[in-house]
C-alpha cells in the first residue's frame, strides 16, 4: 500500500522540529493556519506559529523529538483529516506536566501547488 503524502509532510515536519529549523516547518502549514498550543489556546498564522515553536523549543531544553506512527487518513474535497499515535520525547526535559503521548488529529488542505500543507494542528485530539 503506498503511503498518502500528508504522511510525507508530517515526517518532513518532525524532521524539521528535531532540527529546530523553523522555515522547514514554516513550509509544513498554510499561511492561515491554526496551531492548538495548549487546551483552549491557539495560535493562528504562520508568524504566530513560529514563535510558538520557538517558545516549545525553549521550554523543553532545545531536546524535544516527535514520533509518529499509525496514521488513519481521509481524504475528500481538496482535504484531508489525519488521525495517530503522537510520542514526545525530551531528554533535557524535567518536569511531566506536558501528556507525552498523544493521539492527534490534523486538517490539511491540498494547495494550489499541489503540495498538502496544515491548516489545523491539534496534537492534543480528542484531549481538548
Known sequence: MVEHEVIEAIRKADKA???????ALMDFYE???????EPGRYA???AQIAE?????????????????????????GGVALVICKLELLAER???????MHRRPT???????????RCLIDNSYGTDL
Request: charged share 30%; hydrophobic share 40%; net charge negative.
Open 106 to 116: 490534523y486538517i490539511f488542505k491540498k494547495s494550489l501547488d499541489g503540495k498538502w
Open 52 to 76: 510558538v515553536f520557538r517558545a516549545i523549543f525553549a521550554y523543553f531544553n532545545d531536546s524535544l523529538l516527535v514520533r509518529q506512527s499509525n496514521f488513519q487518513v481521509i481524504e475528500g
Open 93 to 99: 526535559f524535567t518536569e511531566s506536566r506536558v501528556s
Open 17 to 23: 522540529i528535531d532540527q529546530r529549523d523553523i522555515d
Open 44 to 46: 493562528h498564522g504562520k
Open 31 to 37: 499561511e492561515d493556519a491554526t496551531l492548538v498550543v
